[in-house]
């Protein structure tokens, strides 16, 4: 497999499809050594089961596991550090990891309990999971979805889950596509296996899943997020952080310049999202440097009372994120807003804790 490629394998057997795309990217020759140690990073941003559409379906880290350890590769590791909000260890239960764990005798390390250490990322300061630093080879196994607030999210924002909490804040405060980008410089992604079977294409905590049966592999981050943009209908300029990432040496950001390969046909035809849910939605909302979990709470819940026919009563912005810290105004969702006058506490209060609020202040002031 050459650097430029993308490989896709459809299917319905995602530990086999896995395999078969590892044999034919001929993944045992870029390792190093035997003796290398192997990190291999899912999505795991909440404890949702994969068929949501918001996290790696664990038959696909499973097929990655035998692939390497049938071939003598035994110093393996999975880590990943779920979103501010959520608890790592949840997640991992939830979403069948610590079953594979103790099938496979692969330790899962949990980021939200590792140290950290201040790395230079491409002229800026980043504080990285210790335990990164200990790899010599970065398996990157991401969902394809969407994200409310930079559109798509695939290779280069899966890396977020190897910071600790207090920085994943920071992004936010300093506009999340410049850090990420950054993130991609002083992160090496040595292979890419992108799990495309049910992301959710609105929502990076899933809810509404697009069935693909897909599983993509790539060498390249930036190429690979550039064509995921060509896949999901946006242009490449819309997600800056990838374009970002191209000037910081990180990769290809002309999707063009991709040889898209796939090794089989689709087992059923697709039917494409015509709309992005989150696009509707967003002028509800005035969003200051909040944080993912905060704002992917928020737009689920505007949907549903959307679908009630309740959105249309509402007449203030929603104010949200770190931006409001010590301000006042009239309607706030999040700790963040604690002075406004009608403030749902909470960092992150939940979806439905968002949805019974926002309805109780629609009901009282129509």
């Not at 069948?96 to 491409?122: H, I, P």
Request: aromatic share 8%.
């Amino acid at each position: 497999m050459r650097n430029h490629e993308i490989l896709a394998v459809y299917g319905t057997d995602y530990k086999e499809m896995t395999k078969k795309i590892l044999q034919e990217a001929v993944l045992e020759e870029r390792i190093p050594s035997k003796k290398s140690r192997i990190g291999i990073k899912p999505n795991l941003v909440s404890p949702s089961e994969a068929s949501w559409g918001a996290t790696t379906h664990p038959e696909i880290v499973a097929g990655i596991i035998e692939y390497l350890q049938e071939r003598g590769f035994c110093n393996l590791v999975m880590l990943e550090g779920s979103w501010v909000g959520d608890k790592t260890g949840d997640a991992v239960e939830v979403c069948g990891y610590g079953r594979l764990s103790k099938k496979y005798g692969v330790e899962f390390l949990d980021m939200q309990k590792d140290t950290s250490v201040a790395c230079a990322c491409a002229g800026m300061e980043l504080k990285l999971c210790s335990q990164v630093k200990t790899l010599d080879f970065l398996i990157n196994v991401p969902v394809m979805k969407g994200h409310c607030q930079t559109k798509v999210t695939c290779a280069l924002k899966n890396m977020k889950g190897l910071i600790p909490n207090p920085e994943k804040r920071r992004f936010h405060a300093l506009g999340l596509h410049k850090p990420i980008a950054h993130l991609a410089a002083g992160i090496r992604q040595d292979f890419i296996v992108v799990d495309n079977i049910c992301g959710d294409w609105d929502f990076e905590d899933g809810g509404n899943p697009v069935e693909m049966d897909r599983i993509m592999a790539a060498a390249d981050p930036v190429l690979c997020d550039a064509y995921v943009c060509h896949l999901m209908g946006y242009e490449v300029s819309e997600v800056p952080y990838i374009q970002m990432a191209e000037e910081l040496g990180a990769g290809c950001a002309d999707w063009k310049k991709a040889e898209f390969r796939e090794l089989n046909t689709p087992v059923k035809e697709v039917i494409l999202p015509k709309n992005r849910k989150v696009v509707q939605l967003q002028d509800a909302v005035e969003e200051v440097e909040s944080c993912s979990a905060c704002y992917g709470y928020l737009i689920p819940a505007l949907s549903q009372l959307k679908e009630e026919g309740l959105l249309s009563q509402l007449k203030e912005k929603i104010c949200i994120g770190q931006g409001y810290r010590g301000k006042t105004g009239k309607l706030g969702i999040g700790q963040c807003t604690c002075r406004f006058q009608w403030s749902l506490k909470g960092c992150p209060p939940t979806e439905k804790e968002i949805y019974d609020f926002l309805k109780n202040y629609i009901e009282i002031n129509t």
